[in-house]
């Protein structure tokens, strides 16, 4: 991508980093018809349910008899109170008003004083809970909540198989954080895709991390995609060798590569991975003009023919990177406050370096695209 010859039509004003019109366009045309990211199949075992929000729109996810992931509308189909508050909950699903019980299809199957109500007993499928189309990839849940659009596949293009290879072995969440930034969400996206910031920003952190090669040429830019894009940065050789001499210590792991991995999965999902031997995967919610909730989790996968010593250096590794993501997001968090007050006072475009900022150039272009047509005629085998 040539950034200086990119049109200013793709590219996002200041403006449309704290204008409340501009958050309800994106509500109104953007959000509503993207499959959005909202939670991992393993946290969905037998009787749990969980509370999200994805733009303004409060749903709740669970597993239906088939095991397939369901989302409904976290709204009583009685009287309307909130089922459930954020994160997971045990348990079938309760209103907490009357008491009424939903089925894991959303019906109601469980009403006091249910003679009063002949018309539900009659039929209770009519009042069901409000349903948004959803599918798992994976571990992955997504959903979408305009009723027509692209299947899940066609809208994730060649990230789906990512996103499939990723979920091999991941066996539960080792870490887990949720935090609220004081910047608009695509800030917080735009400030994930580009590491020409890290000498300034993360000198005490990125900067010092061993473990990346330090050749100019190292992260290669993945951006075919019209919507998603990633990049790769070849592991230090130096750290490859580390872990073959550990390999028959701490065993073997269903993906192993050789580089630093950042996906952003377009537009509330972004993945990286270092060798594959865990999945660090935060989900942005803009909550606000001005204020981005970010959910992180950080998910591990199973060893195999592992030693009680290989197990012990991995929970080190582990714990070393769960400090490290944490000190991360601070300072990211930090940067991105400075920069939303910047935008509520700029004017013009920003500048966007060629090759050092491609990524960002690609999303801002990715969401103009999709601001500006009309969402339900997106088709993923269209030419970007």
């Not at 940065?233 to 060798?241: C, E, G, L, P």
């Not at 630093?260 to 865990?278: E, Q, R």
């Not at 991995?314 to 940067?335: L, Y």
Request: aromatic share 12%; hydrophobic share 35%; glycine share 8%.
């Amino acid at each position: 991508m040539n950034t200086s010859t990119e049109s200013l039509s793709y590219r996002i004003h200041p403006r449309a980093y704290w204008s409340p019109e501009q958050r309800t366009q994106e509500l109104l045309h953007l959000f509503p018809h993207v499959w959005l990211f909202a939670g991992l199949m393993l946290e969905l075992q037998e009787k749990m349910h969980y509370g999200v929000r994805l733009g303004e729109t409060e749903l709740l996810l669970q597993r239906d008899a088939q095991g397939n992931p369901r989302a409904f509308l976290n709204v009583c189909s009685h009287r309307h109170a909130k089922l459930c508050e954020p994160g997971l909950h045990k348990g079938p699903v309760r209103c907490p008003y009357h008491s009424w019980v939903f089925d894991r299809q959303g019906i109601p199957t469980g009403i006091p004083q249910k003679k009063a109500f002949p018309m539900v007993m009659a039929d209770p499928e009519k009042f069901r809970l409000k349903e948004f189309p959803c599918a798992a990839v994976g571990q992955f849940i997504f959903v979408r909540l305009s009723p027509q659009g692209p299947s899940l596949q066609e809208y994730l293009g060649n990230q789906y198989d990512f996103l499939e290879h990723a979920s091999l072995g991941m066996n539960g969440v080792l870490d887990e954080f949720q935090e609220d930034v004081a910047a608009n969400w695509k800030i917080v996206i735009e400030n994930s895709l580009e590491g020409y910031h890290i000498p300034a920003v993360h000198n005490r952190t990125f900067g010092q991390v061993d473990g990346m090669s330090r050749e100019e040429q190292a992260p290669t830019f993945f951006l075919d995609d019209p919507l998603h894009s990633h990049l790769e940065h070849s592991a230090n050789s130096d750290w490859v060798t580390r872990f073959a001499r550990m390999g028959k210590k701490i065993g073997q792991w269903p993906w192993r590569f050789e580089h630093y991995t950042h996906h952003l999965i377009f537009p509330n999902l972004t993945v990286t991975s270092f060798m594959g031997y865990s999945f660090h995967i935060q989900r942005f919610d803009p909550i606000s003009t001005n204020r981005t909730h970010v959910h992180s989790r950080t998910l591990g996968v199973h060893f195999t023919n592992a030693t009680e010593v290989g197990c012990k250096m991995m929970e080190r590794i582990h714990a070393d990177g769960h400090s490290f993501t944490r000190k991360v997001f601070i300072e990211d968090g930090d940067i991105c406050g400075k920069i939303q007050k910047g935008v509520e006072q700029a004017t013009q475009y920003a500048v966007l370096g060629q090759g050092i900022e491609d990524r960002v150039a690609h999303f801002q272009k990715s969401y103009q695209s999709l601001m500006t047509r009309e969402p339900t005629k997106y088709s993923h085998t269209e030419n970007n």
